[in-house]
């Protein structure tokens, strides 16, 4: 067992790091007292979840995302950026490290900043625990922004963005303007939503559309709200007696060509505007007891299955495995049976 | 409690096929045994996932491949068709309703097909569990293909679709043509790769990607074979001695233009012919084996979850949540303490 020095973690030693992640990922024995060592000095980086469906850019997104935050590297007030690619790649093609090679280009080099794919494929305990667990780690080194990027659009996708205080939704034209983007299910998690590639044709319509469904959306929201029922619990209701315009968060729309840089600017605004947002009305710290609560259900479900599998008798697992098979009893009865 | 008897829905029965899906969905309590009674009679449909990005038509090519199959419908012994859409879709825009309505169009009045999305967003027991409920129900009405459609390209879908016989994974030029179809990791999982919206710039690249992309894959994978190691459980590893090719199933791409209906012939000659495969490799039995451990273990981590909760202490809880929150111990500490 390597040992691992929590304290060398906390002043930023890069090869501490990278060996507690590592031991996070194998979910080392070693693993889990480090993160509680770790915790107690976490609750200050800024989580920004950034998700959307491939091919829409995402990862120049976040690079031009965390070079802007960088600019000013030579401060040694700059805020310092950790990414975490969540990247259920292929056991064939290595994508996770081909991945980290390509995207560190123009930042590599840069102490500020720390990169790592997570190629967690069937990883122990699913990848949000994962992912709260590097979050932990990074978090305690002191990263002050933790850029968490999903691939894909998928539900664990969405989860994981979840975690983050700000959700990027990205989208790009003639990916987002139809029914698919109704179905993709995300929207309503964005804070900020980005059309990425916007030089691309039917940007135009994709912004459009975009606006549509965030006005529905909105319009549903406000008669639930009115009828007293809040669909966004973290976000406060307008009253029905004063018809207010509501005095939460509403969704922004960016347009952006990542590979040039174009918008990266106001977006960046945008997103530290959203982070003011989340201390002055309260929601950051309703957001981090969710997340935490959240965490603490999960590991709670994996704990369990752990100590389940350690007490159970293969043989017979084995066996009643089989005659589910057979059809002697259905996969309900079979967990009866064995519980 | 809705008495669902399970003969009306062996006989087809729409009414109760309706409501057994319903209760299902709901987790009502008379699900779990109604599944049970259906049980034995499942094990013959070929159930087909179809999954693959946002915006690569899928529906479409779902939508194609039913008609195709029921072409004959006349024909009493002409197979019988549900589809599962399953649609991690809005609260706000209802948009597997949606879906349903749009998608049924020249579908619609043929009893040999039966239509239902899954909106079943943080549904109970999970999107997995569901969709292996729903195969138990259809599968034993009677139904020869279950063609399971995931959106997006998710760990979640990718873990759904892979429940099925045969996997379809479904891309559209210029979305798979770069790293971004690298990263999907969805590729290994594939039977059959369909680029869909061939009519599109870029279509040829996009085959010409894949066909590279699946040989490398091939190459890893005989090296891989010939090491002893076998990256793919289920399939036949050539002996070093001979050098024989594989005697598996190699994954072949279609080119389609679904919404006219191009190319949907081949793929459903390839459909049947890997079907046939199956059949005579033994893969068949292996994959429903598979399967079953599959649905026998979600339903251990649901039940265990459930029963733990039902035991718990709620103030206990919140109390240690609230220390969580405040820093005093770590989510780790925190579970160890609970259980």
Redesign the interface.
């Known amino acids: 067992m390597i040992q691992i020095d929590p304290i060398a973690i906390r002043q930023g030693d890069r090869l501490a790091l990278s060996r507690a992640l590592t031991a996070v990922e194998n979910n080392a024995p070693e693993s889990?007292d480090l993160?509680?060592a770790l915790?107690?000095f976490?609750?200050k980086a800024h989580l920004i979840g950034v998700t959307g469906?491939?091919?829409s850019g995402k990862s120049t997104l976040v690079n031009q995302l965390a070079k802007h935050f960088r600019q000013d590297k030579d401060n040694q007030l700059a805020p310092k950026v950790a990414i975490i690619a969540v990247?259920?790649?292929?056991?064939?093609?290595g994508?996770a490290l081909?991945?980290d090679r390509?995207r560190m280009g123009d930042l590599a080099g840069d102490k500020g900043i720390f990169i790592r794919s997570m190629a967690s494929?069937g990883a122990l305990g699913g990848?949000a625990n994962q992912t709260?667990a590097f979050v932990?780690v990074l978090d305690s080194a002191g990263f002050d922004l933790i850029i968490i990027e999903?691939?894909?659009?998928?539900?664990?996708?969405?989860d994981i963005a979840s975690l983050a205080h700000t959700v990027i939704v990205v989208e790009a034209p003639?990916?987002?303007d139809?029914?698919?983007?109704?179905?993709?299910?995300i929207?309503?998690i964005a804070d900020i939503i980005v059309v990425n590639k916007a030089d691309r044709p039917g940007a135009e319509n994709t912004i459009r559309a975009l606006r549509v469904?965030l006005e529905?959306?909105q319009r549903?929201?406000d008669s639930h709200a009115v009828a007293g029922k809040h669909?966004l619990d973290a976000t406060p209701a307008p009253t029905a007696e004063t018809q207010q315009p509501q005095s939460g968060w509403l969704p922004t729309i960016h347009s952006t060509i990542a590979v040039d840089g174009k918008g990266i600017a106001p977006l960046i605004d945008d997103v530290q505007r959203h982070r003011q947002f989340l201390r002055e009305s309260g929601e950051w710290q309703q957001k981090?007891?969710a997340r935490?609560?959240r965490?603490?259900h999960a590991?709670?479900?994996e704990?369990?299955?752990t100590?389940?599998w350690e007490k159970l008798d293969e043989n017979q697992f084995a066996q009643?495995?089989d005659d589910?098979?057979h059809?002697k009893?259905?996969?309900?009865?079979?967990?009866e049976k064995?519980?």
């Open positions: 889990r993160q509680s915790f107690p976490t609750g469906p491939a091919g990247d259920p790649s292929s056991p064939f093609t994508g081909l991945g390509i494929r990848l709260a932990t999903t691939v894909g659009a998928g539900q664990a996708e969405v003639g990916m987002g139809d029914i698919q983007a109704i179905k993709a299910g929207l309503e469904m529905m959306a549903k929201f669909l981090e007891a935490l609560r965490d603490v590991l709670i479900r704990a369990l299955l100590r389940w009643i495995l589910v098979i059809r009893y259905s996969p309900i009865e079979a967990v064995l519980l």
